[in-house]
């Protein structure tokens, strides 16, 4: 299996067929053609350092970086790096005319899992997608012409089906993604090529957005972010095409929530306050709430992270007759305890955060076992910052087992990252072979 991609200026040399060595040739020719007459001082150490995302090339190096590729440079001026080099993608637009293309996009990206994934939707990109969604005016639906007509009973099935596929417990649902591919490559089909009512078109368009964002969240728990950032651009275009706010507003959410996981917090306020313009369940509202509070927390901007927990813990508590969307229907006080204890961590309140954290532990139910090994990795952080140490390895390496059973990577992935924290007390009494096994998980 080929190693992945997983910096956007490798993935340039990749687009080439070129080698660091290659590359730095490349930019010592840059820099003896420039006016100036420069002389690089780049060498293969220098660009696996950029690679590695260790050290940023400065201003003349991405100068030299640019004319290698061939990227004008008003790129430079337009985006940050790394986000200018070559292959650096963009969220397909919203409206009908681009449903399919985005779901077919999103089918290759899941294919091409093993590559690019370093690859997420920029800042500029997310927010100019949250700006359509609150802006654009959908079109109506239109009619396909194809194939036999799609009728009511086929949609029922497909409808039903994904229902008991998306409601399955979290350790069978790792099972099951094939079969949820398999469904959504079907309505995929129909839209493309079938012929159905506006009604049917609807029906099918919102089956296409839950589907996948579905999808896209086992993508993500898989650590696949690329592939995970095309499918909730298909959700949210069908979602939109369809007229439904709440999920479109969902699916906005996801990608904030991304980007909060990925360090990019600043990526994230701007979509979670286009949501809330638009969204008016309080249950979906206190979700989204909560998530801007992680990313203010992230930011460090006290202030507005109590001021957005605050706001979320109302809009839970705001009784409502209708129903909540089923992308939130989840939301209850567990993770909203939860949550609020991150935030806390972030802003250095251990002992508050300890207790709502292990508040929401207590609320929150059995059968969420992926939500379940994340929050005990929260546990474990807080522990650790109360210098509870051997508390903190017991429940990383419980968190670990958990994550490893239900196939959850992106919680794997989470306490590895917690692992090093421990490295200053190996001498804690028994606590050695735990941190191996943590530290050196599969």
Known sequence: ???????????????????????????????????????????????SRWENGRKTPGIESQLLLADAFDVPVCDLERYPWPHWLP?????????????????????????????????????????????????LEPGRLTTALGGRRVDDELVDWLEETSTQLTTLPTEQRQHTIKLMDAHLATVTDLLEGARYSEATGRRLHLLAASLSSTCGWYRF?????????????????????????????????????????????GSAVEPLSQALRHTKHPTARSLLYLRRARAHAALGAAADCHRDLAAAET???????????????????????????????DL????????????????????????????????????????????????????????????????????RELAPAFEPYQQVDGAWARLRAVRNSP
């Open 87 to 135: 292959g650096r993608d963009d969220p397909a637009p919203l409206g009908a005319a681009y449903t399919v293309h985005a779901l077919r996009d999103a089918q290759r990206a899941v294919m091409d899992r093993e590559r690019r994934t370093f690859l997420t939707y920029s800042a500029l990109a997310l927010a100019g997608l949250a700006s359509q969604w609150a802006t």
């Open 221 to 265: 728990d898989q650590g696949q972010h690329y592939a995970a950032g095309k499918l909730w651009n298909a959700a949210l275009t069908n979602a939109h095409t369809a007229r439904d706010r709440d999920q479109g507003a969902g699916v906005l959410s996801d990608f904030a929530y991304q980007s909060i996981w990925l360090g990019q917090p």
């Open 315 to 345: 809009a839970l508590l705001t009784h409502t007759a209708d129903p909540a969307p089923a992308w939130c229907r989840w939301m209850s006080t567990a993770d909203l305890a939860v949550d609020s204890g991150q935030c806390l961590l």
């Open 348 to 415: 250095g309140r251990t002992d508050e955060a300890r207790a709502r954290i292990d508040e929401g532990l207590t609320l929150l139910p059995k059968a969420r076992d992926k939500t379940r090994g994340v929050f005990r990795t929260y546990e474990a952080r807080s522990l650790l910052q109360a210098r509870e140490v051997e508390q903190a390895l017991i429940v990383s390496t419980e968190s670990l087992d958990l994550a490893t059973r239900i196939g959850a990577d992106r919680c794997i992935t989470l306490v």
């Open 1 to 47: 299996m080929d190693d992945p991609i997983r910096h956007p200026l490798a993935y340039a040399r990749f687009l080439r067929g070129w080698s660091q060595t290659d590359l730095v040739t490349r930019l010592h020719r840059a820099a003896a053609m420039r006016p100036e007459g420069l002389r690089s001082g780049i060498d293969k150490a220098a660009v």
